[in-house]
Structures are given as C-alpha cells and as structure tokens.
T-cell receptor, first 115, second 111 residues
Framework: DTEVTQTPKHLVMGMTNKKSLKCEQH?????MYWYKQKAKKPPELMFV???????INESVPSRFSPECPNSSLLNLHLHALQPEDSALYLC??????????????FGPGTRLTVL | QKEVEQNSGPLSVPEGAIASLNCTYS??????FFWYRQYSGKSPELIMS????GDKEDGRFTAQLNKASQYVSLLIRDSQPSDSATYLC???????????FGKGMKLTVNP
C-alpha cells in the first residue's frame, strides 16, 4: 500500500476551468515532487518542494501553480489548461539530506483530461 | 548524449528465464541509482536502489552498478508473467533532489 495518496484519481476539465490536484504523504518526508507523465514516456519533473519551500521549478507554464501548505501536503492548482496538458500527474515524496539516499516514493497519480 | 540511456526494447522472455535490463548514464557525479517498475496505467513503484559498486540482491532481483563504466543493470531471475511491466532506470546526483529517468524498457514475460 502506498503511503502517498493523491486525489482525485481522475479529472476531466475544460480549458476555462480551475481545479486542484491534492497529494498527501504519511512518511514524515520533507521533500515533495510533482511530475507529469505522458503515455509511453518517463515521468517529467515539474516542481520540487524541500522543507515546504519551492526548490526546483522546471520552467513549467504559469497555468500550473504549486502550493505546499505544510510538510505533508502538496497541491497543484490548474487554470486555463490546454488539451496537450492531458497526462498522468504524479506526486512523490522523499527524505532530504542525512545519510539516506532519499528514495522517491510515488503516489497513484491523477489522470487528467483537458477538453 | 542523453543523461540516462536505456535500450527502449521491448524485451520478451519466457517464464522462468533471466531478464536483463541495462542503463548507462553520462554524469560521473551521479551517486544514487534506482529501478522503478510501472504497470500499465499505474504509477512507478521503487523496486531497487543501489549506491555502491557491485551487486545488490533482493529476492529475484539483482541490481548491478559499475561506476567506472557508468553502467547500472537489473537482473530478474525466474521471470514471472507478473513481472511484465515497464522498467525505468533513474539516476540522482549527490546533493540534488532531482531524479533523471531513462525512457523505460517494456518487459513481457511469456507463460
């Protein structure tokens, strides 16, 4: 059983809608990640939060807006998306620093369709 | 040269055989290496991590790392139909949270 949860599992939205994806981890990790994955492609990093601060933004369009309310929660706010944004959106978490090699564990993902 | 390269496959093996998946990486400062398994329509699942040269075994899975050759592999012994999935190699540099993925190899184990 995954200890990273994501809601919703599926989301269909129009190009003018505003929606949010939610992620929660229960492992005490201090880094959280958003990835986008298109069919038959590897996950593509979008954002990294470390200790609730945005540490990496991979030049993601502003129609994607991340938010980290606390160390266990990560949101991705969506606005004015395009059909090409349809993909599987994955959240992951990991430890930071220390002697751990900080393995990343993925949630089950949100399947997003933009009409 | 891509940072992480995997043979795109697909790879097909009979049940009970050894499946061998390979990955090379370009950045010598890479320190941590991971194999993820991804079933169709599901999210990636971490199955092996390796950080030191040599072999690391976990059940039917063996990860091999050769930092001099910048090469990491995954062997699956006694392959089962349930091993049929896409396997993703991922590499992380020390001090960075960023994982760089290979493009994945689709494995099919035929009963």
């Amino acid at each position: 059983d995954t200890e990273v949860t994501q809601t919703p599992k599926h989301l269909v939205m129009g190009m003018t809608n505003k929606k949010s994806l939610k992620c929660e981890q229960h492992m005490g990790h201090r880094a959280m990640y958003w990835y986008k994955q298109k069919a038959k492609k590897p996950p593509e990093l979008m954002f990294v939060y470390s200790y609730e601060k945005l540490s990496i933004n991979e030049s993601v369009p502003s129609r994607f807006s991340p938010e980290c309310p606390n160390s266990s929660l990560l949101n991705l706010h969506l606005h004015a998306l395009q059909p090409e944004d349809s993909a599987l959106y994955l959240c992951a978490s990991s430890q930071v620093g220390g002697n751990s090699y900080n393995e990343q564990f993925f949630g089950p993902g949100t399947r997003l369709t933009v009409l | 040269q891509k940072e992480v390269e995997q043979n795109s496959g697909p790879l097909s093996v009979p049940e009970g055989a050894i499946a061998s998946l390979n990955c090379t990486y370009s950045d010598r400062v890479s320190q941590s290496f991971f194999w993820y398994r991804q079933y169709s329509g599901k999210s990636p699942e971490l199955i092996m991590s390796i950080y030191s040269n040599g072999d690391k075994e976990d059940g039917r899975f063996t990860a091999q790392l050769n930092k001099a050759s910048q090469y990491v592999s995954l062997l699956i012994r006694d392959s089962q139909p349930s091993d049929s999935a896409t396997y993703l190699c991922a590499v992380k540099k020390g001090g960075s949270e960023k994982l760089v993925f290979g493009k994945g190899m689709k494995l099919t184990v035929n009963p």
